[in-house]
């Protein structure tokens, strides 16, 4: 007599429940809950703040996908300013991501072409009445498709991504949407310098 639910002492339901995909884990630094909070420890964070230690709330997300390119950029909001922090894949590898620090230094409608050297102008801490001059040279355009998500929803766009660099190692990346241009300025910061308190997602409905 077979047992019930065996077929060959197998459980049929322990098959069947086996058969199905298992989701997979999502990386740390990956796809980020918005209202998630993000806490940064780098050393510009110590020197705006004089805090070791500073708390963001995470109000928009970017994911930016191409042939050569897997980026997130999260846009973390306090009372008083807006901070971008980077995610990139390394390319090569499976679980391997570089982590950045940008601000947004300027939106514009696109004039001419941008050039291959771009000049911008910071204030000088020690010298208010003087700036400094820091040169960008153009390493590569990108093409990719971003999705933007904010709490009214999900965009997604055609974009081209113009890769800027200092021989300081500092950078910049423009983001050309249509005739709109949006230029980020940062540097690379370590892992240690982020830690993460992801919100609770809501569950998605069944159908």
Same mark, same amino acid.
């Given at each position: 007599?077979a047992l019930f ?5 197998k459980?049929l ?5 086996n058969?199905?995909?298992?989701k ?7 796809d ?6 993000i806490?940064?420890s ?7 703040t004089?805090?070791t ?7 928009i997300?970017k994911?930016y996908?191409?042939?050569s390119?897997r980026r997130?950029?999260?846009? &973390?909001? /306090?009372? $008083?300013? *807006?901070?971008v922090?980077?995610?990139?894949? %390394?390319?090569g590898t499976?679980?391997?991501y570089e982590?950045s620090?940008w &601000?947004v /230094?300027? $939106?514009? *409608?696109?004039?001419?072409p941008?050039?291959? %050297?771009m000049?911008?102008y910071f204030p ?6 003087e700036d400094i001059?820091v040169e960008y040279n153009r390493?590569d355009?990108v ?5 933007l998500?904010n ?7 055609d974009?081209?991504?113009?890769e800027?660099a200092t ?5 910049m990346s423009?983001?050309?949407?249509g005739?709109?241009?949006?230029f980020?300025?940062?540097?690379l910061?370590t892992?240690?310098?982020i ?5 609770m ?5 069944r159908?």
């Amino acid at each position: 007599m077979a047992l019930f639910g065996r077929k060959g002492g197998k459980s049929l339901f322990g098959r069947r429940k086996n058969a199905e995909p298992k989701k997979p884990e999502r990386h740390e630094l990956v796809d980020i809950p918005l209202e998630s909070m993000i806490e940064l420890s780098d050393i510009i964070t110590y020197e705006e703040t004089g805090n070791t230690s500073h708390a963001f709330k995470l109000a928009i997300r970017k994911k930016y996908e191409g042939d050569s390119i897997r980026r997130y950029m999260y846009h &973390i909001r /306090d009372a $008083e300013e *807006e901070v971008v922090i980077g995610v990139d894949h %390394v390319a090569g590898t499976k679980d391997d991501y570089e982590i950045s620090r940008w &601000i947004v /230094d300027d $939106e514009c *409608e696109l004039g001419d072409p941008l050039p291959d %050297v771009m000049t911008l102008y910071f204030p000088n801490p020690e010298n208010e009445n003087e700036d400094i001059a820091v040169e960008y040279n153009r390493q590569d355009v990108v093409t990719a498709t971003l999705t933007l998500t904010n709490p009214e929803g999900e965009e997604k766009f055609d974009v081209e991504l113009h890769e800027y660099a200092t021989e300081n190692d500092e950078y910049m990346s423009i983001e050309r949407c249509g005739d709109w241009l949006t230029f980020y300025v940062g540097v690379l910061i370590t892992r240690s310098d982020i830690e993460i308190y992801p919100a609770m997602e809501a569950p998605s409905e069944r159908t």
